[in-house]
């Protein structure tokens, strides 16, 4: 596609309830990277994908967050469990280099969950 | 100490004026930087990457500093539309991970 697609773009969860958040990066795009974002910050690194490996998720906050991209290039975020200080937003980014031009990527619109 | 750390402001601007920031990073092994863009609700855009030599790109001049270990974002000429977040981004270790300073907001007002 032309960028890379985020969906839902809102999701309201009520406590306890899983998630998943799904990205559609830019076709190609061998890196892809989730984030949260919360209000007044910057966006928090989560975890990173070379094509279908997960190369690092030291950003995960807790085991009731799982990220997979199977085939290398849709991805899902899911959070199991939800909790209030899981409500954030969650962009992902892709990029077509794994090298030094790594910060330069694409970001979605984000998926803004709202957990109550 | 954060990573990547940045000045919140807001820096509060008129129409016309020059304005400068500064991000300070902590790795020094750091190899790659850029600068983003974020308007309200919107994700981060690429505004532009920071070269050692620096980079220029129109109104919006970046610089690297290696030895103070900081790199700034110089804007000429504001104009309203510029007003936004201005996020620093740093990159480092073998895996070359990002790491988002927390934005710095700018208010452009005529």
């Known amino acids: 596609g032309a960028g890379v697609s985020q969906s839902p773009r809102y999701k309201v969860a009520k406590r306890g309830q899983d998630v998943a958040l799904r990205c559609d990066p830019i076709?190609?795009?061998?890196?892809l990277f989730w984030y949260q974002q919360a209000l007044g910050q910057g966006p928090e690194f989560l975890t990173y994908?070379?094509?279908?490996?997960?190369?690092?998720k030291s950003g995960l906050p807790s085991d009731r967050f799982f990220a997979e991209r199977p085939e290398g290039s849709v991805s899902t975020l899911k959070i199991q469990r939800t909790q209030q200080e899981d409500s954030a937003v969650y962009l992902c980014?892709?990029?077509?280099?794994?090298?030094?031009?790594?910060?330069?990527?694409?970001f979605g619109s984000g998926t803004r969950l709202t957990v109550v | 100490r954060k990573e990547v750390e940045q000045d919140p402001g807001p820096f509060n601007v008129p129409e016309g004026a020059t304005v400068a920031f500064n991000c300070t990073y902590s790795?020094?092994?750091?190899?790659?930087f850029f600068w983003y863009r974020q308007d309200c609700r919107k994700e981060p855009k690429l505004l532009m990457s920071?070269?050692?030599s620096g980079n220029e790109d129109g109104r919006f001049t970046a610089q690297l500093n290696r030895a103070s270990q900081y790199i700034s974002l110089l804007i000429r000429d504001s104009k309203l539309s510029d007003s936004a977040t201005y996020l620093c981004?740093?990159?480092?270790?073998?895996?070359?991970?990002?790491?988002f300073g927390r934005g710095t907001s700018l208010i452009v007002h005529p």
């Open positions: 981004v740093v990159s480092s270790g073998g895996s070359y991970i990002p790491t």
């Open positions: 994908f070379q094509n279908e490996a997960q190369l690092d």
């Open positions: 920071v070269y050692s």
């Open positions: 980014a892709s990029s077509l280099g794994t090298g030094g031009d790594l910060g330069a990527y694409t």
């Open positions: 790795n020094s092994a750091s190899q790659s």
């Open positions: 076709s190609g795009h061998v890196s």
